[in-house]
């Protein structure tokens, strides 16, 4: 676990308040880290170093032509649970972006959508291990039907912030 995360803190803080206190607070939180995110009322379900979960809802705001989850509101949930879960894990000395952002597009999802990224003990140890690296998270989402309306790539990059002269 990254020693130096202010992310990881806010989660230790709130993981014994009631769960839906809880993930209001993360996701107001996460929300004002990540502007867009709160503007498109992305609920954080789960929140762990090995694990987010993520929602979004297929509320109008959302909405293609169709009626379904937008496409870009769909990558902006993959990216959302992948970024959080390595954000979790890397130290606030090292800035974080994505670097392969890959979405294939296979049917109009059914409602609403969940998305889950993981990252197992090696993967972890990996990110503390390396300065400067990038990795691929999986990432897995789902409608209210239970059937996955994409697939997607998310690949991760951190580096060293520049210390600032003086």
């Not at 769960?19 to 993360?26: D, E, G, N, S």
């Not at 880290?33 to 979004?56: D, F, H, Q």
């Not at 959302?62 to 970024?83: D, F, P, R, S, Y």
Request: aromatic share 6%.
């Amino acid at each position: 676990m990254a020693k130096n995360n202010r992310l990881y803190k806010v989660v230790q803080a709130t993981s014994k308040l009631p769960k839906a206190l809880r993930t209001t607070i993360w996701s107001k939180t996460f929300g004002r880290i990540v502007p867009m995110v709160g503007t498109a009322n992305i609920r954080y379900l789960e929140v762990s170093k090995e694990k987010v979960v993520v929602r979004i809802e297929n509320n109008r705001n959302m909405q293609n032509h169709i009626k379904g989850v937008h496409a870009a509101a769909m990558a902006l949930l993959a990216e959302t649970a992948t970024g959080f879960v390595t954000g979790l894990n890397v130290p606030d000395d090292r800035i974080l972006l994505i670097k392969t952002l890959q979405v294939d597009y296979l049917k109009v999802a059914s409602g609403g959508l969940t998305a889950t990224a993981t990252l197992s003990a090696e993967q972890q140890q990996f990110i503390l291990d390396n300065d400067k690296a990038s990795l691929e998270i999986p990432i897995s989402v789902v409608d209210d039907s239970g059937q996955s309306p994409i697939e997607c790539k998310m690949v991760w990059a951190w580096l060293p912030k520049k210390k600032k002269s003086a």
